[in-house]
């Protein structure tokens, strides 16, 4: 199975515990990215490896994301199983401490597609696709941890 990657970043104007402390909240994503439009844990474990969340976002609907890894306060790594045109993904969340009071958060995509004759989006559209997906995510965190404002509760 051929394995393609997506790999984005932000500086955020804040430390990175800050930044730590919004994306760390495993199951209110749904609070600062537009695109989610509803986050429930479907798991007994709400924080680190073995937490499942359920993501409602708008264009692939339901998608349950069960951590894999967690370093707490550097980053975390989660699986999705087969969704859509996809057969797997893998998605980690980075930070990095710039200085005292900036940070950067990276979130590579690696992903695998369903062998399916159905007609769907080109390799790259796909590409072009999550590339503009999670780069819209890193600008919602970015306003999220540096003015503190949500956007549903």
Request: hydrophobic share 35%.
């Amino acid at each position: 199975m051929n394995c393609q990657t997506v790999l984005v970043s932000i500086e955020i104007q804040k430390p990175s515990e800050q930044v730590w402390e919004v994306i760390a909240d495993f199951n209110n994503m749904h609070t600062w990215a537009p695109s989610i439009e509803k986050t429930e844990s479907i798991s007994p474990v709400k924080r680190g490896v073995g937490a499942v969340r359920r993501n409602t976002a708008t264009g692939f609907g339901a998608i349950d994301q069960t951590v894999t890894e967690w370093t707490e306060g550097e980053g975390f790594t989660y699986h999705v199983a087969p969704f859509g045109p996809f057969a797997s993904t893998l998605t980690s969340y980075r930070l990095q401490a710039l200085s005292e009071t900036t940070s950067e958060c990276t979130i590579k995509l690696s992903y695998s597609l369903r062998e399916t004759g159905s007609e769907g989006p080109t390799a790259s559209q796909l590409q072009a696709k999550l590339t503009a997906g999670l780069h819209e995510i890193l600008g919602a965190l970015k306003t999220r941890v540096e003015t503190g404002n949500r956007i549903r509760e």
